[in-house]
Structures are given as C-alpha cells and as structure tokens.
C-alpha cells in the first residue's frame, strides 16, 4: 500500500487485501458523508488518498454503501452501546461500518463475526486519530455480539433504526403517500439492478439479448428499450458498452425521450442535460439537432464522454436555465426540462441522498424549477412540446410543479406517466421519477 499525505493511515502496516484496510478506508468515507460530502465523492477522495487495488476499491465502497443502507439502525445501536457520542466522527463511522457487516442480512454474514470486531480494532490502531479508542471499538463491538438479540429488539421499536430514514423523511412518506409509504421506503432500501439502454440505431433488445447470453451474462428485457441484467457487473465487462450498443439507465428514465414525439431535423433543448443519459437517448431515437445544456462544467465533461462512446453529437453548453444569455432566439421544437430535484426517487442507487437532504430541500428546489420553466416556456415554438421531469417522489418538486405550471397561459398538459413510484418487481422494475408533458397551444 502505498500512503499519501492525506491517508487517515498512521503508518503502512495494513495490507490492501486485509479487511481492517477495508473497513478503514470505508470508515473514512462514511466520515466524509457525515460532514456532507456524497458519497461518490467521498469514495474519490479516499482512494486518492491511498492506493488501493481494483479488490480493495470494490470492498471498501461495498462496505460503506451497506453502511450507509443501515445507517438509521447502526446509529442506533452505536447511541445504546456508548455513553456518549463517539468522537471524532471516524470512530463512530468505524463503529457504523463494524456494525453494518455484523448484522445478519438475510440470515447470513459477510464475515465472521470475530473476524470483523478483530479487524476493526487492527482498523482503529492503524487510524492517525483512533490509536487510543482501540479499547473502545473492541468493547463495544463484543458487547454488541453478547447482546445482539436484546438490541436488535430495542431497535425494530425505532423507526428510523427499523426504517434506515431519518425521521422527517419517515413523516413525509407517510403523508404523501398514506396507502403506498411501506412500500415505497422498502424500495428505496433496495440493492438496484444494473439496467441498460439498447442503442436502436445499432442493435434490437432481441439482438442484444442474444449477445447479452453468448457472453454468459444473464439478463431480461424489462421495457422497449430496457434490458435488466440478473448479476450487476462493471460497465467495463458489459458486451458492446465501449461499442455504444447500450448505456446504463434506469427504466423509468428511458421513457423520457419517446414522450417528447421526436422526428428527424426537429430543434431540441436539454435544459438539465449532465450527465446525458436522456440526451443521448434522445439522439438514438432521431437525428435531431440538439443544444445540451448544463450550469455544471464538471458534469458536461460527461455528456461528451458519453456521447463520443455513442458515436453521437449535440451542441453542448454551459448555461444557466433560469437565464438566457445562452439562447440564440431561435426556438426550440421540444424541450426537456430534467430540473435538479431532491433525487428522492433514486435512493437505492444512492443511499446516501436521504441522510444528506434536509427537509427544506424540497422547496428550496422547486423554486429554482419553477424559475427554470419560467425562463424556458418562452424558447419553444407554438405547437412544440415541453417535457417536465423529476428523479424527486415528493409532490411539491413534481405533481405541485406540474400543477402550476399547467396554469401557464397556452400550457395543455398531456397524457404522460405523472409520478412512477420506485417498483421492485421482477420485470416492472425502476426507480421513482416524475413525468408531465405540456404542449404549447
Ligand atoms: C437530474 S440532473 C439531469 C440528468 C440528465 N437529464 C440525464 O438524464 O442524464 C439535473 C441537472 O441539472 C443541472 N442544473 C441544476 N440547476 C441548473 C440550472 N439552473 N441550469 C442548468 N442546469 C442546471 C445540474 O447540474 C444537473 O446536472
């Protein structure tokens, strides 16, 4: 292993492969989370900080993805078995993540539970700053082991601890949505599948299907364009990815760009385009010409990575939505506007998301979508169509939007699919979006 100069490492004397190296580096992004950073990024942050080999990568994201899946219990049991909050935070993050793999999933355990408390306890010793809570760490977590049942009992009692949400979210679930709640927050606890986009201009579901099994890889089709694989994989073992053959998209995301109607020379803006994933759908389906427009330069570098990959183009632009500095007067036949949300939808892809948002998000966002519509409905021609959509499952970012929206003078809102839940069904399986399409009489 080699050590930066920001490695929570004391010293080298972890090797890469053992799981104290894991748990360590897995403790040190749930840290980062705790202090607000997502979780991709905190993941970036650390294997930049140590070199760790494609094995320890995938281990040490695992663990904290599943930690952060049982973030409601594991904080709950941390706050029994202590007398007081942990600190600094890397020790209740070590004690989040040796708590999340000594609970059974589904009756079975990743480690040996003697295995996981030896080596987080080798973890704490080997972390610059928890060198001396080793004591701590080894006694919380045998007491944890002796008296699992009593707490794990205590626990189904807490509803953020049996629901993995905080409280408000819990709250507003069941407000929302009084009949579906159970469901939906189940959903969201879900392992997601890896699901992809077929590229029509290059192959057929069926086509690719038949690839898809001469390869050995498992997998079904789940839309028009949708193919769900059985055993997630890296995108780099995915047949025809590096091709363009297909993209990796949720289901319900793929029904973004056949709702639009799109034909050949059509004029079309993507509002909220980064990373691509609807823009380059949108392409596949037509030869359209297409401005992307994004406010985040970081996140437009993907829209080109994605369409070269695809073999594609569009005009792509940094820009703000809720201005129109960028706009050329021209106007726009259809316009997809994709606004930033909550992202309350896609929680299963990012467990961190609930732990991150605050309650006021919801309306703080609708507020810059509501101005982003304002400034966009002026851009599309008489006629053209203007396609609302969310990843958020809360009414004020989504249905409330649509709503006011719809009261626009010479605003007709369509037939579109409205709020889709997160389903975790065999073939009817995708994350929560929202879709209202409007025509511009
Ligand atoms: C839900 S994502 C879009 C996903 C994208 N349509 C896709 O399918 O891959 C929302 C995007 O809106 C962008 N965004 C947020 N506020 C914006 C604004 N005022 N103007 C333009 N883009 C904005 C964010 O940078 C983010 O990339």
Redesign the pocket.
């Known amino acids: 292993m080699v050590k930066h100069k920001n490695s929570v490492f004391t010293d080298n004397r972890l090797a890469p492969e053992s799981l104290a190296f894991r748990l360590a580096g897995a403790a040190d992004a749930v840290t980062r989370v705790a202090k607000g950073q997502s979780l991709p990024d905190a993941l970036t942050a650390v294997f930049s900080d140590v070199s760790a080999d494609a094995a320890a990568r995938g281990a040490i994201q695992d663990i904290a993805y599943h930690t952060l899946r049982q973030l409601g219990l594991v904080s709950f049991l941390t706050r029994k078995l202590t007398t007081r909050p942990p600190e600094p935070v890397m020790l209740q993050s070590l004690l989040h993540c040796a708590l999340a793999l000594l609970i059974p999933e589904n009756n079975t355990l990743r480690y040996e539970p003697y295995t996981t408390v030896d080596q987080a306890v080798e973890a704490a010793a080997a972390i610059r700053v928890l060198r001396k809570a080793k004591g701590l760490v080894n006694a919380v977590l045998r007491r944890f082991l002796r008296e699992q049942p009593n707490f794990l009992k205590a626990a189904r009692q807490d509803s953020e601890a049996s629901w993995n949400y905080p409280g408000w979210w819990i709250e507003q679930a069941q407000q929302a949505y009084p009949v579906h709640w159970k469901t939906i927050l189940s959903a969201g606890n879900g392992v997601p599948p890896l699901t992809l986009r077929v590229n029509v201009r290059k192959t057929t579901v069926n086509d690719y299907l038949e690839l898809a099994e001469a390869a050995g890889i498992g997998c079904m089709a789940i839309g028009p364009y949708a193919v769900k694989l059985i055993q997630p994989i890296p995108v780099n073992r995915i047949p025809g990815f590096m091709e363009g053959l297909v993209s990796v998209q949720d289901a319900a ?1 793929q029904l ?1 760009a056949p709702l639009l109607g799109l034909e050949d020379g059509m004029k079309v803006l ?10 380059g759908h949108m392409l596949e389906m037509a030869h359209i010409d297409l401005l992307a ?4 330069r970081r ?1 437009l570098r993907m829209i080109q990575e994605n369409l070269e990959r695809l073999g594609l183009r569009a005009d792509i632009k940094t ?4 201005r129109s500095d960028w706009w050329d007067k021209s106007l726009f036949d259809c316009i ?1 506007a ?4 909550t ?1 309350s939808g896609i929680i299963r892809r990012h467990p961190d998301i609930r732990w991150l948002r605050r309650q006021s998000d919801s309306h703080e966002l609708s507020l ?1 979508s509501a101005r ?1 519509l304002k400034n966009l409905w002026p851009m599309l021609k008489p006629g053209g169509k203007l396609l609302l ?3 958020s499952i809360w009414p004020e970012e989504s249905e409330r939007q649509a709503e006011a929206f719809a009261a626009y003078s010479g605003a007709l809102r369509l037939p579109a699919p409205g709020q889709l839940l997160p389903t975790v069904n065999g073939m009817n399986d995708h994350d929560g979006l929202f879709y209202a399409l409007f025509k511009k009489t």
């Open positions: 995301a973004a993507d509002a909220c385009a980064a990373p691509g994933g609807k823009a427009l994004d406010r985040d996140r820009g703000d939505a809720t997809l994709d606004v930033p949300c992202a810059v982003i959509a969310t990843c």
